[in-house]
């Protein structure tokens, strides 16, 4: 593999809103949920095309390139720059978004001299996905000097790769896809008339803060160096695997027969059936304590509630706990129904407490995640095939470099729009081997 081709980077930009309104001209300042992803990397994810047959490349970039201009008037805070403002008297340090100070987001033009089959058609993803990204291994504290948007897209032989990279500051994985949703919706309305486009969904940029807090959230910090630490993910083996809705059913029913219930959702179900199948594979002792860990949004969990299109960070993770003895000597059922219990106790007051320890200044570190746990990210709710740029329906979801490690577990929607999921799974190579030959898992795959 290591004479495979090379992604080249064949032109770059920087792309500034159409026009910037008088808000756009304010700094803006972020939440505690924002600040303490200052550490942890970009997110990286993007769709996978096939050239149609009236693929012109030229008028492709031009459109591109104007519609994240028009798009940017809408989501202005991703055309800026991280400033850090310190002062010693009194004692101040907080990071804020500089809109004003900024060549703007970047686009990237690349070329890979590979078909879409030679992305697809290995059982692991191959590791020249990762180029398809802007921002490798980077950290998200170095949006002081990088970009905190940008949009690649890179030409296979016979397909296009368009990948967004955004800084995990400014955005959840819900906000994520609301700004790519949003790109792809501009796209579409773009007839060439440089002219501001309406969008569905307006983002909404006024930040949360408890009672008595912000806008400036101080940091108990005088330099970057006292919280930032970069994490070099160790080799792992990363695959797809694919649930058709048919088989989410049976696993949903089984979970639910089993506790005699009705409430354990098919995300629940599945979370605590990989949850056992990779603890299986890891042959812990019986009374080594494993977790299984699902990120959460709490945008209509907060009271009172924040509306959908809130835009930056609003998430947190609940999980199940377990030793490794009880969580495989018990049924799926039983499983599932501590995931259940994580989700349904995750209420407003809980969320408030974290926040609390996160207005200490609290930044997350990427090499904390516990070896014994799994972490189901992402969620297969978001619009992701939707955006189709001119090059109709995607053909594969992709992500980068960052975030992963043995046992991150990806969940995107399933290509047939009907239920079905694809799970995104990092493992220790060891590990993947084992899960391959569990006959539990590969079973739970065929409906």
Not at 178 to 188: A, D, G, I, L
Not at 218 to 225: A, G, I, Q
Not at 422 to 440: G, N
Request: proline share 5%; with cysteine; glycine share 6%.
């Amino acid at each position: 593999m290591s004479c495979s081709p090379t992604v080249q980077h064949i032109s770059d930009c920087f792309i500034k809103p159409l026009y910037n309104s008088e808000e756009a001209k304010k700094p803006v300042y972020l939440s505690s949920w924002d600040l303490a992803m200052l550490s942890v990397q970009y997110i990286q994810k993007g769709l996978l095309f096939t050239k149609p047959s009236s693929f012109q490349l030229d008028p492709l970039l031009q459109k591109l390139k104007e519609s994240l201009s028009i798009t940017l008037v809408h989501f202005y805070p991703l055309a800026g720059r991280f400033k850090t403002l310190k002062q010693d008297n009194p004692p101040l340090y907080t990071v804020f978004i500089d809109c004003v100070n900024s060549p703007g987001a970047r686009f990237i033009h690349a070329n890979l001299d590979l078909t879409v089959s030679d992305i697809l058609s290995p059982k692991d993803v191959p590791l020249v996905v990762q180029s398809f990204f802007d921002h490798d291994r980077a950290i998200n504290h170095d949006g002081h000097g990088l970009s905190l948007l940008t949009v690649q897209l890179t030409e296979l032989i016979d397909g296009v790769f368009i990948g967004l990279s955004i800084n995990h500051v400014l955005a959840d994985g819900s906000s994520f896809w609301h700004f790519f949703n949003s790109f792809s919706e501009v796209f579409k309305a773009n007839n060439g008339q440089k002219q501001s486009i309406p969008i569905s969904k307006s983002p909404n940029f006024n930040h949360w803060f408890p009672e008595g807090h912000g806008p400036i959230i101080n940091l108990p910090y005088t330099h970057h160096d006292q919280f930032i630490s970069r994490h070099e993910s160790p080799n792992l083996r990363e695959r797809f695997f694919h649930f058709s809705a048919e088989s989410l059913k049976k696993l949903k029913a089984k979970a639910n027969q089993e506790c005699h219930t009705s409430k354990i959702s098919s995300l629940q179900a599945l979370s605590a059936h990989m949850w056992r199948c990779i603890t299986r594979v890891r042959k812990f002792p019986a009374d080594h304590i494993t977790s299984c860990r699902m990120a959460i949004n709490n945008r209509a969990r907060l009271e009172p509630p924040l509306p959908e299109n809130y835009f930056g960070n609003c998430i947190q993770t609940v999980r199940g706990i377990a030793s490794a003895g009880k969580l495989l000597e018990n049924s799926l059922g039983w499983a599932a129904w501590e995931m259940h219990e994580a989700v349904v106790n995750h209420k407003n007051k809980d969320i408030r407490e974290w926040v609390e320890k996160l207005e200490s200044g609290m930044i997350y570190q990427l090499g904390f995640f516990d070896p014994s746990s799994i972490m189901m990210g992402s969620s297969p709710r978001f619009d992701m095939y939707g955006n189709e740029f001119g090059l109709g329906k995607g053909v594969a979801l992709r992500s980068g470099y960052a975030h992963k490690f043995d046992g991150k577990v990806s969940l995107y929607e399933g290509i047939e729009g009907d239920g079905s999921m694809d799970l995104e799974v990092c493992l220790l190579p060891h590990f993947m081997a084992s899960l391959e030959t569990d006959k539990e898992f590969m079973d739970s795959l065929s409906s």
